[in-house]
T-cell receptor
Framework: GENVGLHLPTLSVQEGDNSIINCAYSNSASDYFIWYKQESGKGPQFIID?????DKRQGQRVTVLLNKTVKHLSLQIAATQPGDSAVYFCAENPNTGNQFYFGTGTSLTVIP | KAGVTQTPRYLIKTRGQQVTLSCSPISGHRSVSWYQQTPGQGLQFLFEYFSETQRNKGNFPGRFSGRQFSNSRSEMNVSTLELGDSALYLCASSQGQGNTEAFFGQGTRLTVV
């Protein structure tokens, strides 16, 4: 499958700090990306998406940055809270219907 | 609006048996994709159905199959179960043709003994 990889498998941050989760993708044809959050025992939860015609998109406390030149995606979480502790996945869609390729995931732990 | 519903939530089967999992997408969504999640392989795409037709297929053996009904509900079937089929099976619902938000259900945890 596609090589969608995350740079860090685990990340620990203090409550209130900002978190940055990174993702590298390999298919330059991918034009749609989603970040998901998965808590233990639950399915992935949609956080934010971005299309390849944008390089930044903001949501509530989250920002996704896309650098197509180096095929890099990042998720920034502002003022990280204990409820943000979860595994975060990036997913890319190389314009093949709704088939997504997922990264391996980064486990975020928020320290109170 | 109800989310994606998968049934059953948990399942225990014996090697060699077959299993059918069900997914009801969000109302109005016509695309359903299935994924297998394991600790070792992560989230891997199985197949996608759109308007009752399989549109994309991942790299899984023929023991894994699926179908979609006219109301967009989908089922996946795994025949001749192997221990390695133990996993969380997730379905994702999307509205349209492609490149649209995909929302996941809670998954079905399948254990093969």
């Amino acid at each position: 499958g596609e090589n969608v990889g995350l740079h860090l498998p685990t990340l620990s941050v203090q409550e209130g700090d900002n978190s940055i989760i990174n993702c590298a993708y390999s298919n330059s044809a991918s034009d749609y990306f989603i970040w998901y959050k998965q808590e233990s025992g639950k399915g992935p939860q949609f956080i934010i998406d971005i299309r390849s015609n944008m390089d930044k998109r903001q949501g509530q406390r989250v920002t996704v940055l896309l650098n197509k030149t180096v095929k890099h995606l990042s998720l920034q979480i502002a003022a990280t809270q204990p409820g943000d502790s979860a595994v975060y996945f990036c997913a890319e869609n190389p314009n093949t219907g709704n088939q997504f390729y997922f990264g391996t995931g980064t486990s975020l732990t928020v320290i109170p | 609006k109800a989310g994606v519903t998968q049934t059953p939530r948990y399942l225990i089967k014996t090697r060699g048996q077959q299993v059918t999992l069900s997914c009801s997408p969000i109302s109005g969504h016509r695309s359903v994709s299935w994924y297998q999640q394991t600790p070792g392989q992560g989230l891997q795409f199985l197949f996608e159905y759109f308007s009752e037709t399989q549109r994309n297929k991942g790299n899984f053996p023929g023991r894994f199959s699926g179908r979609q009904f006219s109301n967009s509900r989908s089922e996946m079937n795994v025949s001749t179960l192997e221990l390695g089929d133990s996993a969380l099976y997730l379905c994702a619902s999307s509205q349209g043709q492609g490149n649209t938000e995909a929302f996941f259900g809670q998954g079905t945890r399948l254990t093969v003994v």
